[in-house]
């Protein structure tokens, strides 16, 4: 155990040691700005309509939202999501219904009434917009 420990120790006083790891510049999402400073606001985007909606990355992705949200409001009393997307409304609205996985309890038990774990849906579902990316992505999804 002291073997063990010691190499850890010595390991770790290497790393700190060593001019590339200590010199190493660290970068913050705030910019120049302290960490006392209060952040500036973010900058407005304009988010991007898809007709049809957008292609997946990966086979379990939520879908992403293709329309503004600005004005929809998902609270404990309301979820103006279900006005376009419930049992209901969807063809009426040719909007895409809420999937079956959210009316399960987490037993696995059909619900009436939509699931609590699955009622605030950008938790999973968001919209896109042509923001910049704040750090560099080189992501590439399943074709």
């Given at each position: 155990?002291?073997?063990?420990?010691?190499?850890?120790?010595?390991?770790?006083?290497?790393?700190?040691?060593?001019?590339?790891?200590?010199?190493?510049?660290?970068?913050?999402?705030?910019?120049?700005?302290?960490?006392?400073?209060?952040?500036?606001?973010?900058?407005?985007?304009?988010?991007?309509?898809?007709?049809?909606?957008?292609?997946?990355?990966?086979?379990?992705?939520?879908?992403?939202?293709?329309?503004?949200?600005?004005?929809?409001?998902?609270?404990?009393?309301?979820?103006?999501?279900?006005?376009?997307?419930?049992?209901?409304?969807?063809?009426?609205?040719?909007?895409?219904?809420v999937g079956e996985s959210h009316?399960?309890?987490?037993?696995?038990?059909?619900?009436?009434?939509?699931?609590?774990?699955?009622?605030?849906?950008?938790?999973?579902?968001?919209?896109?917009?042509?923001?910049?990316?704040?750090?560099?992505?080189?992501?590439?999804?399943?074709?």
């Open positions: 155990m002291k073997k063990t420990t010691l190499i850890v120790v010595m390991g770790l006083a290497g790393f700190m040691a060593n001019p590339s790891t200590a010199s190493a510049e660290v970068r913050s999402l705030r910019g120049d700005l302290d960490i006392t400073e209060d952040s500036r606001p973010a900058t407005a985007v304009k988010p991007i309509a898809e007709r049809g909606g957008f292609d997946r990355s990966y086979k379990l992705q939520p879908p992403m939202i293709p329309h503004s949200i600005e004005k929809d409001q998902i609270t404990l009393k309301t979820n103006t999501c279900m006005r376009c997307h419930s049992e209901e409304n969807y063809e009426k609205e040719e909007a895409p219904k009316f399960l309890s987490r037993d696995g038990k059909t619900m009436e009434k939509m699931s609590s774990r699955r009622y605030f849906c950008n938790q999973c579902h968001a919209p896109q917009s042509d923001a910049p990316e704040l750090v560099e992505n080189s992501f590439q999804g399943a074709k």
